[in-house]
């Protein structure tokens, strides 16, 4: 390529652009002159990415959730889809959101585009049915190890680049993080990680507050930390301080962690936080999950393990006594329940792989422009 390429990027989520904003980098660091857009948050345009759309109105969780955005999803492919068909745009690269970006992987090859994706379709959990959308994708980068297999027996050319988690700066000692949220250094902590979108955190706060709560009521010197989500609310939290800044400094000062399924819990394992995993969703959409599952587990801990580290509370047996009885012993480090799983996430980490996801990533990308 004789000019400097123009590349588009799209997150449509807050893990999105946190995962796409180091890819922004990398590649601004291997093709100092490319031109870099696309849909995303803060984080990508912090990275230099120019935003032609804000991911804000588009972010949802659940089936029926979704359906209300699907106008707004429309018309943004149909504004892309134009750009792809002037030729504005020599690669594209998809981070996660699937419901979306399957479709715009489509139009991306139908414009004779190349499209890298970022954080693969988790197929491997709703069944291998929407498989055949994937061959609009030129490279599938995953960051799971055991997804490189599953796609390549399906025909999808992916590679395992680690898990982006692993790259962040080391996190201070559990004193240390617990002072600088205020809290006492040599009191036991448990961290409460309800999520990072308002829908969930309406869905899980009063059950992780009540639970944290019986905790207490047992446990009267245990501190209560929250890892609060811009825009969400957390009604009376009593004794627990609710920290909107960093979560990982939550997790660092946690001994123990009650947490939301999903990435978080990946995030506590690399922090060597035990915890319990619970999760909460609309009526119907839990009933279309349901149908629709193909995994044994909610908890990422424990497909990446391939065994139950963590305990799981889902749906209606997200209870807060159950909640409290299980996180309990997790915070006395020397009992069986915290050795136990700390050999799981233990285990958990090797997996995940080493450093410099999002180098290898950009890696990729270069090898499809050339």
């Known amino acids: 390529m004789t000019r400097a390429p123009r590349i588009y990027i799209s997150a449509g989520e807050p893990s999105g652009d946190a995962h796409a904003a180091p890819v922004a980098r990398a590649l601004r660091r291997r093709l100092p002159g490319a031109t870099i857009e696309g849909l995303g948050g803060p984080l990508m345009a912090d990275a230099g990415v120019t935003l032609l759309d804000r991911m804000e109105a588009l972010s949802v969780v659940g089936f029926v959730e979704a359906i209300e955005k699907l106008p707004a999803h429309y018309r943004l492919l149909g504004r892309v889809r134009r750009a792809l068909r002037a030729g504005r745009y020599d690669l594209v690269v998809l981070v996660d959101y699937p419901g979306y970006h399957l479709r715009l992987a489509g139009a991306a090859a139908a414009a004779g585009v190349p499209v890298l994706y970022y954080i693969a379709p988790q197929l491997w959990a709703w069944g291998a049915g929407r498989m055949p959308r994937l061959a609009a994708v030129r490279r599938l980068a995953v960051i799971l190890p055991f997804e490189e297999d599953f796609f390549r027996a399906h025909g999808v050319p992916a590679t395992f680049v680690g898990h982006p988690l692993l790259d962040r700066p080391a996190p201070p000692s559990r004193e240390a993080a617990r002072v600088a949220l205020g809290l006492d250094p040599r009191r036991p902590t448990l961290g409460l990680f309800p999520g990072s979108r308002p829908l969930e955190v309406r869905r899980l706060w009063a059950a992780f ?24 609310v957390y009604p009376d939290p009593g004794a627990a301080r609710v920290h909107t800044g960093d979560p990982e400094l939550v997790f660092a000062a946690s001994d123990a962690a009650i947490c939301k399924s999903g990435t978080t819990t990946l995030e506590a394992a690399v922090a060597d936080a035990p915890m319990v995993i619970a999760y909460r969703l609309n009526r119907l959409s839990w009933i279309i999950a349901r149908r629709l599952a193909r995994v044994s587990w909610a908890g990422l801990v424990n497909l990446v393990a391939g065994r139950a580290v963590a305990p799981e509370f889902l749906q209606d047996a997200v209870r807060p006594d159950a909640l409290a009885r299980a996180v309990l012993p997790l915070l006395d480090g020397s009992s069986p329940e915290a050795r136990r799983q700390r050999e799981g996430l233990a285990a958990v980490r090797q997996r995940l792989g080493g450093r410099g996801a999002a180098e290898r990533v950009a890696g990729l990308a270069v090898e499809l422009l050339a």
């Not at 507050?209 to 989500?229: F, M, Y």
């Open 209 to 232: 507050r009540d639970a944290a709560l019986l905790v207490r009521a047992a446990r009267p010197e245990v501190q209560l930390i929250v890892a609060g989500a811009a825009g969400a």
